[in-house]
T-cell receptor, first 115, second 117 residues
Framework: DGGITQSPKYLFRKEGQNVTLSCEQNLNHDAMYWYRQDPGQGLRLIYY???????QKGDIAEGYSVSREKKESFPLTVTSAQKNPTAFYLC??????????????FGQGTRLTVV | AQSVTQPDIHITVSEGASLELRCNYS??????LFWYVQSPGQGLQLLLK??????LVQGIKGFEAEFKRSQSSFNLRKPSVHWSDAAEYFC???????????????FGKGTKLSVKP
């Protein structure tokens, strides 16, 4: 079945460490997105990518990095520069390059906790 | 800047009662509007969407929403709520030309729905 897979579901990070969250889709979608979700804050856009080898910063990109070497994969690295990384992270993909009028498909999320 | 407002942070309804979740948007052109639902610890699932045409749209799980341009609203409704509807609901608008050429989804902060037996 086609879909988006995020891994791991739960992730623990020590202070000062970088961690990478995986997002893979087999929907043949062009655009992929990373959102951060905090209680009462809704979804805030971290990074997005419309095509391979290209990506754009969202509203809260500081302390995060991404790559898009393959159409199917859009990993997110939470760096030590991100001062408050504990959150629920959601990956999404969309057929085509814009999300204006197209349904977004979401992964099941990764909950990152700093210990 | 485009924005989406969901005025109600938390709503509790009795099972079998009707439901209306409010959503207001700020957008210059004709908006593309969505409602998504999220169960605890899960991703988001699309309930319904509005692009054009009939302003009353039907979605999955018995939900419907009505687009009212004059009120800049896209409220979600369900005639009779089931216990399994307890979840968080997000309204979103598809934004054109985010960053100059790409599109993006702008989400509201969500409304958490609790259902009393």
């Amino acid at each position: 079945d086609g879909g988006i897979t995020q891994s791991p579901k739960y992730l623990f990070r020590k202070e000062g460490q970088n961690v990478t969250l995986s997002c893979e889709q087999n929907l043949n979608h062009d655009a992929m997105y990373w959102y951060r979700q905090d209680p009462g804050q809704g979804l805030r856009l971290i990074y997005y990518s419309q095509i391979v080898n290209d990506f754009q910063k969202g509203d809260i990109a500081e302390g995060y990095s991404v790559s898009r070497e393959k159409k199917e994969s859009f990993p997110l690295t939470v760096t030590s520069a991100q001062k408050n990384p504990t959150a629920f992270y959601l990956c999404a993909s969309i057929k085509g390059r814009t999300s204006m009028n197209t349904e977004a498909f979401f992964g099941q999320g990764t909950r990152l906790t700093v210990v | 800047a485009q924005s989406v407002t969901q005025p109600d942070i938390h709503i509790t309804v009795s099972e079998g009662a009707s439901l209306e979740l409010r959503c207001n948007y700020s957008y210059g052109a004709t908006p593309y509007l969505f409602w998504y639902v999220q169960s605890p610890g899960q991703g988001l699932q699309l309930l319904l969407k509005y692009f054009s045409g009939d302003t009353l749209v039907q979605g999955i799980k018995g939900f419907e929403a009505e687009f009212k341009r004059s009120q800049s609203s896209f409220n979600l409704r369900k005639p009779s709520v089931h216990w399994s509807d307890a979840a968080e609901y997000f309204c979103a608008v598809g934004e054109m030309n985010y960053g100059g050429s790409q599109g993006n989804l702008i989400f509201g902060k969500g409304t958490k729905l609790s259902v009393k037996p």
